[in-house]
């Protein structure tokens, strides 16, 4: 299994609208082959800053997800409601 952080900032006044697309785009991900779940957290006292972990079955996995036609949809809607360029770190479980 591996875990995926993805690092958003999101444009101030925006929060609210972020949030809907963002559980829009975790739906798409639901039945994604490989996926095995995810969570969204908030830095406290930065309301702009959300921090996606989501544990997917392997690589290949992800791989197809981050080139679906659905996750290129729902980020269309994410994307400009960004200041920056998304974050994306990949990790494996280290023995």
Aim: no cysteine.
């Amino acid at each position: 299994m591996i875990k995926i952080i993805i690092e958003r900032r999101i444009m101030p006044g925006l929060e609210e609208e972020y949030e809907e697309a963002a559980r829009e785009a975790m739906r798409g991900s639901l039945g994604a082959r490989g996926f095995f779940g995810g969570e969204t957290l908030a830095e406290l006292g930065h309301s702009d800053r959300r921090l996606i972990i989501v544990k997917w079955r392997d690589l290949s996995a992800w791989n197809d997800w981050y080139t679906s036609e659905e996750r290129a949809r729902v980020m269309q809607r994410i994307l400009p409601l960004l200041t920056e360029e998304e974050s994306i770190r990949l990790y494996e479980p280290s023995y």
